[in-house]
Nanobody, 123 residues
Framework: VQLQASGGGLVQTGGSLRLSCAASGRSFSNYDMGWFRQAPGKEREFVAAIGWSGSSTYYADSVKGRFTISRDNAKNTVYLQMNSLKPEDTAVYHC?????????????????WGQGTQVTVSS
């Protein structure tokens, strides 16, 4: 599975962005999809994930109520709608894919990673 993330940019506090991650290769609908982020000097952390069917989602506490993950299996794409953005959301955001088995938030369970897209939230 090859993953291509896009949609990052510079936004003011309180603004919104929508990230997209387009997948190619093996059957997209077989994979759980996740978003992770890494800020300078910090470890990569879990943000949100969605199960292969789209029926289950999971969020980090820090983004719950502000971010929404969704997927369109017909378009081989997963989205991350980010609202009410805060400066602490500034990071490089990566999408990732894994087969079902490990829990959605388990970073080591993800086998395929896309390049990141930079999100910068100004105060």
């Amino acid at each position: 599975v090859q993953l291509q993330a896009s949609g990052g940019g510079l936004v003011q506090t309180g603004g919104s962005l929508r990230l997209s991650c387009a997948a190619s290769g093996r059957s997209f609908s077989n994979y759980d999809m996740g978003w992770f982020r890494q800020a300078p000097g910090k470890e990569r952390e879990f943000v949100a994930a969605i199960g292969w069917s789209g029926s289950s989602t999971y969020y980090a506490d820090s983004v719950k109520g502000r971010f929404t993950i969704s997927r369109d299996n017909a378009k081989n794409t997963v989205y991350l709608q980010m609202n009410s953005l805060k400066p602490e959301d500034t990071a490089v955001y990566h999408c990732a894919a894994k087969l079902a088995g490990s829990r959605l938030s388990y970073i080591r369970g993800y086998d395929y990673w896309g390049q990141g897209t930079q999100v910068t939230v100004s105060s």
